[in-house]
């Protein structure tokens, strides 16, 4: 959630006295303070409906979903780098469902006593402001990571091994959850709950620095990712949409030949042989066949056994262990997997997209000058509720794109099913 959408949409009364002319008199003061001070929290109608009646149960169905994410991503069939990431963004998204749910119970319902109030603001002050912008912070960077790491992979796959590195892997989750936690840290300096338990401004959120300090973060932590992902994103759809033209113009080449008749169909076929010190040389064997395909198998056989009679017992083991049909089968599978998690990560990219680019246009004084108004009270509202979205519509881009990601939740359902019935 943006800081300053989320706490500016929530304008907290401020109704005491401070004209007191004696000195003397610091008990009546205080007192007087006390009484004329207002329980309650100043909010529109439609804010109480969405906050509370909208985006609370969001919040709820957001952390359910991410813990199902939590719990599929952690079987040990999903041993992919990117599931790794997507497994870390979904923790972050339980602890943000987890803050805004609280924020939306404290600070859209009517205290009953000062003391009850002071909790409420105690909590947006020190927590919520704090340690929501950090893992808002946390998910940008580990979204910017995981669609990096996918254009790698498909964009330049003999590059991967060395530029994602077991311990370049761990200095950029370091800095994905550090780099946020220290632009973050100021904010527990921001904000403090001032007399009567209101909300009120700090020293230090009056200076020209934090000002400018906010901009450049804003700059760092979501325009710059913003254009990262949109660049990203652009790389990936031109990739897979050149590897679907070459897989549709491939498949179209094998669905003529499979139309020609085996009697007269011409196939050349190159087999080599493993280069070994023994005398089975790698040199091609090109066999013409006009007739069947049964000259060229017992080629193969022969030729096969022919190595294999003086090959050592290890070598042996490695050549021709398993048939074409089979390498080509599992070939084509792990294209087709590598070709939905890279679409998935695209829809992913998009959708968070969608709730990032808003939030940019809520930074105070960019667009909206007047940040006391209702139009800039409503478009935080809406924008809030965008961001919201995103956190919870993940599992259904898991479910919709990803065969392996449906295989895994279908069999943790099915357990919890018969331990539940047989109990």
């Not at 003061?29 to 906050?51: D, G, P, R, W």
């Not at 497994?87 to 469902?97: E, G, S």
């Not at 910017?144 to 950029?172: A, C, G, H």
Request: proline share 3%; charged share 15%.
């Amino acid at each position: 959630m943006n800081n300053n959408v989320i706490l500016f949409s929530t304008v907290l009364s401020v109704d005491y006295n401070l004209s007191l002319r004696t000195t003397n008199a610091t008990t009546i003061a205080i007192s007087s303070t006390i009484k004329n001070c207002n329980v309650s929290l100043q909010y529109k109608i439609i804010e109480h409906i969405v906050y509370l009646y909208v985006m609370s149960p969001l919040c709820l169905i957001g952390l359910i979903l991410n813990v199902i994410n939590l719990i599929v991503f952690s079987d040990r069939s999903f041993k992919n780098l990117t599931f790794k990431y997507l497994r870390l963004i979904a923790f972050v998204d339980c602890i943000t469902c987890i803050l805004v749910f609280i924020y939306c119970i404290t600070n859209y319902t009517r205290p009953r006593t000062l003391n009850d109030k002071y909790f409420r603001i105690w909590y947006l002050v020190n927590v919520y402001f704090p340690l929501a912008n950090i893992t808002a912070a946390c998910n940008v960077l580990l979204t910017i990571t995981v669609t990096i790491e996918r254009l790698v992979s498909v964009r330049w796959p003999m590059e991967k091994q060395r530029l994602f590195s077991s311990n370049r892997i761990l200095i950029t989750l370091f800095i994905c959850f550090l780099f946020p936690i220290l632009a973050n840290s100021i904010n527990f300096l921001v904000y403090k709950v001032g007399e009567c338990n209101n909300l009120s401004l700090t020293s230090i959120a009056k200076t020209t620095a934090y000002e400018y300090f906010g901009m450049c973060k804003e700059i760092l932590l979501r325009f710059i990712p913003i254009c990262i992902l949109v660049f990203s994103n652009c790389l990936l759809l031109s990739t897979v949409h050149a590897a679907n033209k070459k897989f549709k113009s491939h498949k179209r080449s094998l669905q003529s030949i499979s139309k020609i008749p085996p009697a007269t169909r011409t196939t050349t076929t190159t087999v080599f042989s493993p280069s070994v010190s023994n005398g089975c040389d790698t040199t091609p064997i090109n066999k013409y066949l006009s007739e069947s395909q049964s000259q060229t198998d017992n080629l193969l056989s022969r030729s096969s056994l022919s190595c294999e009679s003086t090959l050592p017992t290890n070598v042996k083991q490695k050549t021709l262990s398993f048939p074409i049909k089979l390498f080509s089968k599992i070939h084509s599978r792990k294209q087709q997997q590598e070709r939905q998690l890279t679409i998935m990560l695209v829809w992913l990219s998009t959708l968070y997209l969608c709730g990032q680019i808003p939030m940019l246009f809520a930074y105070p004084n960019f667009v909206f000058k007047d940040i006391s108004k209702a139009s800039y009270k409503y478009y935080a509202l809406v924008v809030n509720l965008l961001e919201l979205t995103t956190y919870l519509a993940n599992f259904f881009i898991y479910v919709r794109f990803t065969s392996q990601f449906q295989q895994v939740f279908r069999t943790k359902v099915e357990r919890i099913v018969f331990c539940f019935v047989r109990n």
